[in-house]
Protein backbone atom coordinates (compact mmCIF):
# COMPACT_ATOMS: atom_id res chain seq x y z
CA UNK A 1 0.00 0.00 0.00
CA UNK A 2 1.60 3.65 -0.77
CA UNK A 3 2.08 5.98 1.87
CA UNK A 4 0.20 8.96 2.92
CA UNK A 5 0.12 12.28 1.66
CA UNK A 6 0.12 15.06 4.45
CA UNK A 7 -3.91 15.82 3.20
CA UNK A 8 -4.94 12.20 4.04
CA UNK A 9 -2.82 12.13 7.47
CA UNK A 10 -4.92 15.01 8.55
CA UNK A 11 -7.98 13.63 7.19
CA UNK A 12 -7.54 10.28 9.26
CA UNK A 13 -6.47 11.52 12.07
CA UNK A 14 -9.99 13.73 12.59
CA UNK A 15 -12.68 10.97 10.55
CA UNK A 16 -15.48 10.06 13.13
CA UNK A 17 -18.06 8.23 11.01
CA UNK A 18 -18.38 7.75 7.22
CA UNK A 19 -20.84 6.38 5.08
CA UNK A 20 -20.99 4.35 1.77
CA UNK A 21 -21.40 7.27 -0.28
CA UNK A 22 -18.44 8.69 0.61
CA UNK A 23 -19.70 11.43 2.52
CA UNK A 24 -18.01 11.76 6.04
CA UNK A 25 -17.95 13.15 9.36
CA UNK A 26 -14.75 14.99 10.36
CA UNK A 27 -14.04 16.51 13.56
CA UNK A 28 -13.12 20.31 14.14
CA UNK A 29 -10.61 21.39 16.58
CA UNK A 30 -10.71 25.49 15.39
CA UNK A 31 -13.77 27.54 14.01
CA UNK A 32 -12.69 30.96 13.84
CA UNK A 33 -15.76 33.15 13.50
CA UNK A 34 -16.29 36.89 11.56
CA UNK A 35 -19.41 39.28 11.62
CA UNK A 36 -20.20 38.74 8.05
CA UNK A 37 -20.83 34.75 7.95
CA UNK A 38 -22.23 33.96 11.52
CA UNK A 39 -25.32 36.05 12.47
CA UNK A 40 -27.67 33.29 10.69
CA UNK A 41 -25.80 30.81 12.19
CA UNK A 42 -25.85 32.03 15.77
CA UNK A 43 -30.22 32.75 15.35
CA UNK A 44 -30.26 29.19 14.00
CA UNK A 45 -28.82 27.83 17.74
CA UNK A 46 -30.53 30.84 19.30
CA UNK A 47 -33.97 29.08 17.23
CA UNK A 48 -32.94 25.69 18.21
CA UNK A 49 -32.17 26.44 22.00
CA UNK A 50 -28.59 24.78 21.47
CA UNK A 51 -25.30 25.91 23.17
CA UNK A 52 -22.37 25.68 21.31
CA UNK A 53 -21.13 21.60 22.30
CA UNK A 54 -17.30 23.11 22.70
CA UNK A 55 -17.32 26.98 23.08
CA UNK A 56 -13.73 27.28 23.96
CA UNK A 57 -12.88 25.80 20.41
CA UNK A 58 -14.21 28.93 18.82
CA UNK A 59 -12.34 32.23 18.92
CA UNK A 60 -14.27 35.30 16.37
CA UNK A 61 -13.04 39.15 15.63
CA UNK A 62 -14.42 41.65 13.14
CA UNK A 63 -12.54 42.30 9.94
CA UNK A 64 -15.01 42.64 7.22
CA UNK A 65 -16.80 45.57 8.02
CA UNK A 66 -14.85 47.50 10.11
CA UNK A 67 -13.77 51.15 9.15
CA UNK A 68 -9.90 51.54 9.06
CA UNK A 69 -9.85 54.79 10.70
CA UNK A 70 -10.12 54.94 14.26
CA UNK A 71 -13.06 54.79 16.06
CA UNK A 72 -14.09 53.71 19.54
CA UNK A 73 -17.90 51.46 19.36
CA UNK A 74 -19.51 49.94 17.38
CA UNK A 75 -21.92 53.11 17.38
CA UNK A 76 -19.42 55.24 15.31
CA UNK A 77 -19.86 53.01 12.44
CA UNK A 78 -21.80 54.83 10.07
CA UNK A 79 -22.71 51.96 7.53
CA UNK A 80 -26.11 50.46 9.08
CA UNK A 81 -25.24 47.07 8.04
CA UNK A 82 -21.93 47.11 9.19
CA UNK A 83 -22.51 48.49 12.30
CA UNK A 84 -25.52 45.54 13.34
CA UNK A 85 -23.16 43.20 11.88
CA UNK A 86 -20.64 43.84 14.45
CA UNK A 87 -22.76 44.96 17.30
CA UNK A 88 -24.58 41.37 16.45
CA UNK A 89 -20.82 39.59 16.81
CA UNK A 90 -20.25 41.19 20.02
CA UNK A 91 -23.59 40.31 21.63
CA UNK A 92 -23.55 36.44 20.01
CA UNK A 93 -20.49 36.08 21.47
CA UNK A 94 -21.09 36.85 25.06
CA UNK A 95 -24.36 35.18 25.19
CA UNK A 96 -22.64 31.67 23.60
CA UNK A 97 -19.49 32.04 25.68
CA UNK A 98 -16.86 32.37 22.63
CA UNK A 99 -14.27 34.67 23.33
CA UNK A 100 -14.24 37.53 20.91
CA UNK A 101 -11.10 39.76 19.90
CA UNK A 102 -12.75 43.24 19.18
CA UNK A 103 -12.88 47.02 18.81
CA UNK A 104 -9.64 47.72 20.79
CA UNK A 105 -8.31 44.84 21.47
CA UNK A 106 -4.96 44.59 20.18
CA UNK A 107 -5.50 41.28 18.89
CA UNK A 108 -8.25 42.43 16.75
CA UNK A 109 -7.51 41.62 12.88
CA UNK A 110 -8.37 40.22 9.80
CA UNK A 111 -8.91 36.17 11.00
CA UNK A 112 -6.87 34.63 8.99
CA UNK A 113 -4.07 37.01 10.09
CA UNK A 114 -5.23 37.20 14.14
CA UNK A 115 -5.60 33.45 14.17
CA UNK A 116 -2.13 32.23 13.69
CA UNK A 117 -0.31 35.32 15.16
CA UNK A 118 -2.37 33.58 18.37
CA UNK A 119 -1.58 29.97 18.15
CA UNK A 120 -5.36 29.78 17.72
CA UNK A 121 -4.03 27.87 14.84
CA UNK A 122 -1.74 25.03 15.43
CA UNK A 123 -0.06 22.19 12.62
CA UNK A 124 -2.63 19.19 12.59
CA UNK A 125 -5.69 20.54 13.30
CA UNK A 126 -8.73 21.07 11.59
CA UNK A 127 -9.68 24.17 11.06
CA UNK A 128 -13.03 26.07 9.44
CA UNK A 129 -14.07 29.69 9.25
CA UNK A 130 -16.99 30.91 7.32
CA UNK A 131 -14.97 32.95 4.74
CA UNK A 132 -13.40 30.89 1.57
CA UNK A 133 -9.93 32.21 2.96
CA UNK A 134 -9.10 29.97 5.57
CA UNK A 135 -7.07 28.04 3.35
CA UNK A 136 -4.37 30.39 4.57
CA UNK A 137 -3.71 28.45 7.80
CA UNK A 138 -2.96 25.46 6.14
CA UNK A 139 0.28 26.93 5.68
CA UNK A 140 0.82 25.17 9.04
CA UNK A 141 0.49 21.95 8.12
CA UNK A 142 -3.35 22.34 9.16
CA UNK A 143 -6.44 20.82 6.82
CA UNK A 144 -8.33 24.47 7.02
CA UNK A 145 -10.90 25.69 4.55
CA UNK A 146 -14.17 27.62 4.60
CA UNK A 147 -17.50 26.71 5.12
CA UNK A 148 -20.95 27.94 4.31
CA UNK A 149 -22.86 29.80 7.08
CA UNK A 150 -25.28 26.59 7.88
CA UNK A 151 -22.25 24.96 8.18
CA UNK A 152 -20.96 27.30 10.76
CA UNK A 153 -23.72 26.69 12.95
CA UNK A 154 -23.84 22.92 12.62
CA UNK A 155 -19.59 23.34 13.68
CA UNK A 156 -20.82 25.07 16.68
CA UNK A 157 -23.41 22.99 17.60
CA UNK A 158 -21.64 19.80 17.41
CA UNK A 159 -18.01 20.03 16.92
CA UNK A 160 -18.02 17.82 13.85
CA UNK A 161 -18.44 18.66 9.80
CA UNK A 162 -20.03 16.68 6.75
CA UNK A 163 -17.10 16.77 4.44
CA UNK A 164 -15.93 14.46 1.46
CA UNK A 165 -13.01 13.84 1.09
CA UNK A 166 -10.68 15.54 -1.58
CA UNK A 167 -8.22 14.63 -4.16
CA UNK A 168 -4.54 14.94 -3.52
CA UNK A 169 -2.27 17.53 -5.61
CA UNK A 170 0.74 18.36 -5.31
CA UNK A 171 2.23 21.59 -6.61
CA UNK A 172 6.09 21.02 -6.33
CA UNK A 173 8.46 24.59 -6.86
CA UNK A 174 12.00 23.69 -6.95
CA UNK A 175 14.75 26.04 -7.02
CA UNK A 176 16.05 29.51 -6.08
CA UNK A 177 13.60 32.48 -6.30
CA UNK A 178 15.44 35.35 -8.53
CA UNK A 179 15.49 38.65 -6.87
CA UNK A 180 12.26 40.77 -6.11
CA UNK A 181 10.56 37.37 -6.41
CA UNK A 182 8.19 36.90 -3.13
CA UNK A 183 5.90 34.83 -2.12
CA UNK A 184 3.05 36.33 -4.13
CA UNK A 185 4.61 36.09 -6.91
CA UNK A 186 4.79 32.58 -7.05
CA UNK A 187 1.33 31.68 -6.13
CA UNK A 188 0.09 34.14 -8.89
CA UNK A 189 2.72 32.65 -11.27
CA UNK A 190 1.15 29.13 -10.09
CA UNK A 191 -2.53 30.21 -10.75
CA UNK A 192 -1.12 31.67 -14.11
CA UNK A 193 0.33 28.14 -15.15
CA UNK A 194 -2.57 25.64 -13.83
CA UNK A 195 -5.58 28.25 -14.22
CA UNK A 196 -8.07 29.16 -11.70
CA UNK A 197 -9.76 25.68 -12.14
CA UNK A 198 -6.86 24.11 -11.91
CA UNK A 199 -7.14 22.54 -8.06
CA UNK A 200 -10.94 21.99 -8.46
CA UNK A 201 -11.61 19.14 -5.82
CA UNK A 202 -8.03 19.10 -4.80
CA UNK A 203 -6.30 19.49 -1.55
CA UNK A 204 -3.58 20.82 -3.00
CA UNK A 205 0.07 20.70 -1.03
CA UNK A 206 2.82 23.47 -1.87
CA UNK A 207 6.11 21.16 -1.82
CA UNK A 208 9.71 21.62 -3.17
CA UNK A 209 12.68 23.72 -1.99
CA UNK A 210 11.36 27.15 -3.00
CA UNK A 211 8.35 26.82 -1.01
CA UNK A 212 10.67 25.41 1.93
CA UNK A 213 12.60 28.82 1.72
CA UNK A 214 10.02 30.79 2.15
CA UNK A 215 8.91 32.10 5.50
CA UNK A 216 5.84 30.92 7.04
CA UNK A 217 4.47 34.51 6.57
CA UNK A 218 5.16 33.92 2.97
CA UNK A 219 3.49 29.72 3.10
CA UNK A 220 0.73 31.64 4.35
CA UNK A 221 0.42 33.93 1.23
CA UNK A 222 0.90 31.18 -1.05
CA UNK A 223 -2.00 28.97 0.89
CA UNK A 224 -4.15 31.86 1.00
CA UNK A 225 -4.46 31.61 -2.63
CA UNK A 226 -5.16 28.05 -3.14
CA UNK A 227 -8.86 28.90 -3.49
CA UNK A 228 -8.06 31.38 -6.55
CA UNK A 229 -6.76 28.09 -7.91
CA UNK A 230 -9.91 26.20 -7.63
CA UNK A 231 -9.07 24.33 -4.28
CA UNK A 232 -10.89 24.97 -0.87
CA UNK A 233 -7.50 23.82 1.14
CA UNK A 234 -4.09 24.47 0.57
CA UNK A 235 -1.07 23.18 3.06
CA UNK A 236 2.67 23.15 3.65
CA UNK A 237 4.31 20.23 5.38
CA UNK A 238 5.34 20.49 9.05
CA UNK A 239 9.45 21.40 9.01
CA UNK A 240 11.73 23.82 11.51
CA UNK A 241 9.86 27.00 10.13
CA UNK A 242 7.00 26.16 11.50
CA UNK A 243 7.89 24.64 14.75
CA UNK A 244 9.68 27.91 14.83
CA UNK A 245 6.90 30.47 14.23
CA UNK A 246 4.23 28.01 16.76
CA UNK A 247 6.81 27.80 19.64
CA UNK A 248 5.64 30.80 22.17
CA UNK A 249 2.23 31.66 20.71
CA UNK A 250 0.08 32.82 23.28
CA UNK A 251 -1.89 30.01 23.21
CA UNK A 252 0.57 27.11 21.92
CA UNK A 253 1.08 24.23 24.22
CA UNK A 254 4.23 25.11 26.64
CA UNK A 255 6.48 22.16 28.65
CA UNK A 256 6.12 18.40 28.34
CA UNK A 257 2.92 19.42 26.21
CA UNK A 258 5.09 21.55 24.08
CA UNK A 259 7.62 18.29 23.49
CA UNK A 260 5.02 15.85 22.46
CA UNK A 261 2.97 18.23 20.43
CA UNK A 262 6.31 18.74 18.43
CA UNK A 263 6.87 15.03 18.42
CA UNK A 264 3.61 14.83 16.86
CA UNK A 265 3.38 17.92 14.45
CA UNK A 266 7.06 16.28 13.01
CA UNK A 267 4.94 12.91 11.40
CA UNK A 268 3.23 15.87 9.85
CA UNK A 269 4.52 15.02 6.33
CA UNK A 270 3.52 13.33 3.35
CA UNK A 271 5.52 9.70 3.36
CA UNK A 272 7.63 9.43 0.26
CA UNK A 273 6.07 6.79 -1.55
CA UNK A 274 2.40 8.50 -1.52
CA UNK A 275 0.63 9.15 -4.16
CA UNK A 276 -0.75 12.25 -5.54
CA UNK A 277 -3.82 12.82 -8.17
CA UNK A 278 -2.50 15.43 -9.81
CA UNK A 279 1.13 16.65 -9.41
CA UNK A 280 2.74 19.95 -10.84
CA UNK A 281 6.20 20.88 -11.12
CA UNK A 282 7.32 24.49 -11.33
CA UNK A 283 10.90 25.68 -11.92
CA UNK A 284 11.78 28.71 -9.49
CA UNK A 285 13.75 30.15 -11.76
CA UNK A 286 10.92 30.82 -14.47
CA UNK A 287 8.84 33.20 -11.80
CA UNK A 288 9.25 37.07 -11.88
CA UNK A 289 7.50 39.82 -10.56
CA UNK A 290 4.02 39.42 -11.33
CA UNK A 291 0.99 41.77 -12.31
CA UNK A 292 -2.53 40.50 -13.14
CA UNK A 293 -3.82 42.83 -16.19
CA UNK A 294 -7.55 41.22 -16.10
CA UNK A 295 -10.38 40.56 -13.86
CA UNK A 296 -9.42 36.77 -13.01
CA UNK A 297 -6.30 36.26 -10.89
CA UNK A 298 -5.39 33.66 -13.76
CA UNK A 299 -5.25 36.65 -15.85
CA UNK A 300 -1.34 37.45 -15.21
CA UNK A 301 1.85 38.55 -16.45
CA UNK A 302 5.62 39.02 -15.72
CA UNK A 303 6.11 42.49 -14.98
CA UNK A 304 8.27 42.47 -18.24
CA UNK A 305 6.08 40.82 -20.29
CA UNK A 306 3.50 42.78 -23.00
CA UNK A 307 -0.09 42.39 -22.04
CA UNK A 308 -1.81 38.98 -23.83
CA UNK A 309 -3.43 39.01 -27.10
CA UNK A 310 -6.85 37.49 -27.14
CA UNK A 311 -6.44 36.20 -30.91
CA UNK A 312 -3.70 34.46 -29.91
CA UNK A 313 -5.74 32.06 -27.58
CA UNK A 314 -7.27 29.30 -29.08
CA UNK A 315 -10.29 28.33 -26.39
CA UNK A 316 -13.27 30.31 -27.27
CA UNK A 317 -14.63 30.49 -23.99
CA UNK A 318 -11.06 32.08 -22.61
CA UNK A 319 -10.64 34.09 -25.75
CA UNK A 320 -13.71 35.91 -25.33
CA UNK A 321 -13.63 36.36 -21.48
CA UNK A 322 -10.12 38.36 -22.31
CA UNK A 323 -11.79 40.63 -24.37
CA UNK A 324 -14.31 40.94 -21.90
CA UNK A 325 -11.73 41.79 -19.39
CA UNK A 326 -9.76 44.40 -21.67
CA UNK A 327 -13.20 46.28 -21.92
CA UNK A 328 -13.79 46.58 -18.30
CA UNK A 329 -9.80 47.23 -17.53
CA UNK A 330 -9.20 49.76 -20.32
CA UNK A 331 -6.26 48.24 -21.00
CA UNK A 332 -5.07 46.88 -24.70
CA UNK A 333 -3.52 44.24 -25.79
CA UNK A 334 0.29 44.12 -26.51
CA UNK A 335 0.77 46.82 -24.44
CA UNK A 336 3.88 46.90 -21.29
CA UNK A 337 2.87 46.18 -17.74
CA UNK A 338 4.85 48.99 -17.27
CA UNK A 339 2.26 51.45 -19.43
CA UNK A 340 -0.42 50.69 -16.90
CA UNK A 341 -1.09 53.57 -14.57
CA UNK A 342 -2.21 53.34 -11.52
CA UNK A 343 -4.91 55.87 -9.05
CA UNK A 344 -4.58 54.47 -5.66
CA UNK A 345 -2.24 51.48 -4.38
CA UNK A 346 -3.80 49.25 -1.15
CA UNK A 347 -1.31 47.26 0.86
CA UNK A 348 -2.72 45.27 2.82
CA UNK A 349 -5.68 41.98 3.31
CA UNK A 350 -5.02 38.10 4.33
CA UNK A 351 -2.40 38.03 1.41
CA UNK A 352 -0.18 40.34 2.34
CA UNK A 353 -0.88 42.54 5.51
CA UNK A 354 1.55 40.18 7.80
CA UNK A 355 5.21 41.86 9.11
CA UNK A 356 7.30 41.19 6.56
CA UNK A 357 5.03 42.22 3.83
CA UNK A 358 4.87 45.63 5.60
CA UNK A 359 8.76 45.25 6.14
CA UNK A 360 8.92 44.72 2.29
CA UNK A 361 6.72 47.73 1.40
CA UNK A 362 8.51 50.20 3.79
CA UNK A 363 12.13 48.86 2.35
CA UNK A 364 10.84 49.91 -1.79
CA UNK A 365 9.76 53.39 -0.21
CA UNK A 366 12.38 54.28 2.36
CA UNK A 367 13.38 57.41 1.26
CA UNK A 368 11.12 57.68 -1.43
CA UNK A 369 7.82 59.37 -1.96
CA UNK A 370 4.39 58.74 -3.36
CA UNK A 371 3.49 60.43 -6.78
CA UNK A 372 1.77 63.14 -7.53
CA UNK A 373 -0.66 60.96 -9.80
CA UNK A 374 -1.28 58.62 -7.30
CA UNK A 375 -4.80 59.66 -5.29
CA UNK A 376 -4.19 57.73 -2.48
CA UNK A 377 -2.02 54.84 -0.84
CA UNK A 378 -3.72 52.70 2.02
CA UNK A 379 -1.48 50.57 4.62
CA UNK A 380 -3.18 48.66 6.22
CA UNK A 381 -1.67 45.60 8.72
CA UNK A 382 -4.04 42.62 9.16
CA UNK A 383 -4.10 42.74 13.06
CA UNK A 384 -3.56 45.18 16.16
CA UNK A 385 -0.55 42.63 16.83
CA UNK A 386 0.82 43.73 13.11
CA UNK A 387 0.15 47.26 13.28
CA UNK A 388 1.95 47.17 16.83
CA UNK A 389 5.33 45.60 15.37
CA UNK A 390 5.25 47.75 12.91
CA UNK A 391 5.31 50.74 14.74
CA UNK A 392 8.06 49.26 16.97
CA UNK A 393 10.12 48.92 14.15
CA UNK A 394 9.27 52.60 12.45
CA UNK A 395 7.91 51.58 9.53
CA UNK A 396 4.81 53.98 10.33
CA UNK A 397 6.71 56.91 9.78
CA UNK A 398 8.52 55.45 6.61
CA UNK A 399 4.88 55.31 4.92
CA UNK A 400 3.76 58.49 6.18
CA UNK A 401 6.94 60.91 5.30
CA UNK A 402 6.09 58.89 1.67
CA UNK A 403 2.45 60.53 1.13
CA UNK A 404 0.76 57.04 2.41
CA UNK A 405 -1.72 56.63 4.82
CA UNK A 406 -0.97 54.21 7.88
CA UNK A 407 -4.84 52.73 8.76
CA UNK A 408 -6.29 50.69 11.61
CA UNK A 409 -6.58 46.50 10.87
CA UNK A 410 -9.26 45.10 9.00
CA UNK A 411 -10.27 43.81 5.24
CA UNK A 412 -9.89 47.18 4.09
CA UNK A 413 -10.17 48.07 0.57
CA UNK A 414 -9.39 44.24 -0.39
CA UNK A 415 -13.81 43.89 -0.90
CA UNK A 416 -16.00 46.65 -0.60
CA UNK A 417 -17.62 46.03 2.15
CA UNK A 418 -16.42 48.92 4.40
CA UNK A 419 -15.50 52.34 3.76
CA UNK A 420 -12.31 52.16 1.90
CA UNK A 421 -12.90 51.65 -1.49
CA UNK A 422 -11.81 52.22 -5.49
CA UNK A 423 -13.99 54.48 -7.49
CA UNK A 424 -15.28 53.34 -11.17
CA UNK A 425 -12.59 53.53 -14.00
CA UNK A 426 -10.25 53.71 -11.28
CA UNK A 427 -6.76 51.11 -11.45
CA UNK A 428 -5.88 49.86 -8.13
CA UNK A 429 -2.52 47.95 -7.53
CA UNK A 430 -3.21 45.89 -4.55
CA UNK A 431 -1.87 43.26 -2.63
CA UNK A 432 -5.25 41.31 -1.84
CA UNK A 433 -6.03 38.17 -3.93
CA UNK A 434 -9.56 38.77 -5.74
CA UNK A 435 -9.44 41.36 -8.99
CA UNK A 436 -12.94 40.17 -10.34
CA UNK A 437 -14.92 42.99 -11.51
CA UNK A 438 -16.67 45.45 -8.91
CA UNK A 439 -14.16 43.62 -6.19
CA UNK A 440 -12.84 46.83 -4.67
CA UNK A 441 -16.02 48.96 -5.40
CA UNK A 442 -18.03 49.61 -8.48
CA UNK A 443 -16.09 49.91 -11.38
CA UNK A 444 -13.07 49.51 -9.92
CA UNK A 445 -9.77 47.57 -11.92
CA UNK A 446 -7.73 45.64 -9.63
CA UNK A 447 -4.22 44.75 -10.41
CA UNK A 448 -2.97 42.09 -8.03
CA UNK A 449 0.67 42.27 -7.36
CA UNK A 450 2.93 41.83 -4.23
CA UNK A 451 3.98 44.64 -1.20
CA UNK A 452 7.21 45.63 -2.82
CA UNK A 453 5.37 46.02 -6.14
CA UNK A 454 2.82 47.74 -4.88
CA UNK A 455 4.96 50.09 -3.07
CA UNK A 456 6.80 50.47 -6.35
CA UNK A 457 4.10 51.33 -8.53
CA UNK A 458 2.86 54.09 -5.51
CA UNK A 459 6.24 55.68 -6.28
CA UNK A 460 6.36 55.15 -9.60
CA UNK A 461 2.80 56.27 -10.96
CA UNK A 462 2.41 53.09 -12.78
CA UNK A 463 4.07 49.40 -12.34
CA UNK A 464 7.80 49.06 -12.52
CA UNK A 465 9.94 45.59 -12.50
CA UNK A 466 11.46 46.58 -8.73
CA UNK A 467 14.26 44.67 -9.83
CA UNK A 468 15.47 47.61 -11.38
CA UNK A 469 14.91 49.79 -8.70
CA UNK A 470 18.27 50.91 -7.19
CA UNK A 471 18.68 49.93 -3.62
C1 LIG B 1 -17.24 37.74 3.17
C2 LIG B 1 -16.61 36.40 3.00
C3 LIG B 1 -17.69 35.36 3.01
C4 LIG B 1 -15.71 36.30 1.77
C5 LIG B 1 -15.06 34.95 1.58
O1 LIG B 1 -15.60 33.90 1.88
O2 LIG B 1 -13.97 34.86 1.09
C6 LIG B 1 -14.64 37.37 1.80
O3 LIG B 1 -13.75 37.22 2.84
C7 LIG B 1 -13.90 37.41 0.50
O4 LIG B 1 -12.68 37.47 0.51
O5 LIG B 1 -14.55 37.41 -0.55
S1 LIG C 1 -8.84 40.44 3.59
FE1 LIG C 1 -10.08 40.15 1.76
S2 LIG C 1 -9.82 38.03 1.17
FE2 LIG C 1 -9.13 38.25 3.27
S3 LIG C 1 -10.90 37.71 4.51
FE3 LIG C 1 -10.91 39.93 4.25
S4 LIG C 1 -12.18 40.26 2.45
FE4 LIG C 1 -11.64 38.09 2.44
Not at 269 to 292: C, M, N, W
Not at 322 to 348: H, N, T, W
Not at 398 to 424: T, V
Request: charged share 25%; with cysteine; proline share 4%.
Amino acid sequence: MAGKTLYDKLWDAHLVAEREDGSALIYIDRQIIHEVTSPQAFEGLRLAGRKPWRAGASVATIDHNVPTTPFDSAADIEDETSRIQVTTLQDNTREFGITEYGIGDVRQGIVHVMAPEQGAVLPGMTVVCGDSHTSTNGALACLAHGIGTSEVEHVLATQTLVASKMKNMRVQVDGELGPGVTAKDVVLHIIGVIGTAGGTGHAIEFAGSAIRSLSLEGRMTVCNMSIEAGARAGMVAVDDTTIDYVRGRPAAPKGADWDKAEAYWRTLVSDDDAEFDTEVKIDAADIRPQVSWGTSPEMVVAVDALLPDPAAEQDEVKRSGMQRAYEYMGLEPGIKVSDIRVDRVFIGSCTNSRIEDLRAAAEVVKGRKKADSVKQVLVVPGSGVVKQQAEQEGLDKIFLEAGFEWRQPGCSMCLAMNPDRLQPGEHCASTSNRNFEGRQGNGGRTHLVSPAMAAAAAVAGHFVDIRDLDA
